[in-house]
């Protein structure tokens, strides 16, 4: 019986069909090959697909995110050890006021390391040279031993405030005048950037109710700023410190600091 069927099943394979008198068993498989084949191509489509949809969200999503400037970047990747450089920006050209004395003396940060905190020095001595003429157009530059004479070699006694971007020395310089000494922290570069904003900037700033900027100190690690002093405290002082029973400060003045406040 199961040759039988054998046989006969040989036969209906082999028999011609209508179809370009291909035998039957060849159609069927061109039919199963057709099928494999259009599996295959429907699986390529889809793969194809989700590569592109993929290729679309990334590019979309780098499109959009933000771009993280130089600086910033500098101050996320920065090392500890990039502490002990000073940043290459900040270069100050100083001319002696004796047109006769050719020698000049040049402060520059560039790859300067501040090391065990080593001033570089071109000139022969900061004893004897007085404060000199800014080359911005305003302001003196300060030597850093003249600063730390007139704050007695930056005492703790002499402090007078303290904050986020560096400690404010109390002092007086040699011909008498009084003076408020800030001396900038260098935390990542912002003792840097706070120099030059209030250099460049405020320093050029003249107002009744703004303290004056006399002049700076840029030496090997140093950024200092000098300011000069005014004896009557801070609004810090007068908002939160011991004024008496009744503060002078009623409601009326405090609106009006803070309307000038926010017309600076």
Known sequence: MTVYNAAFINTQLSKQTSIFGLRLWVLIGILVGSIIVFTLFLLSLCL?????????????????????SKEIQEIIHAPPSSEIHLVDTVK????????NNSNNRVVSTSGESRGNGSVSETASSFGSVGPEVSHLGWGRWYTLRELEAATNGLSEENVIGEGGYGIVYSGV????????????????????????????????VRHKNLVRLLGYCVEGAYRMLVYEYVDNGNLDQWLHGDVGPVSPMTWDIRMNILLGTAKG
């Open 48 to 68: 194809t697909s989700r590569r592109r949809k993929n290729h679309h969200k990334t590019t979309k999503l780098n499109h959009h995110s933000p771009i993280i």
């Open 173 to 204: 310089l040699p011909d008498g005048v009084k003076i408020a000494v800030k001396n900038l922290l260098n935390n990542k570069g912002q003792a840097e950037r706070e120099f030059k904003v209030e250099v460049e900037v405020i320093g050029r």
């Open 92 to 99: 100050l050209e100083l001319h002696n006021l004796n047109n």
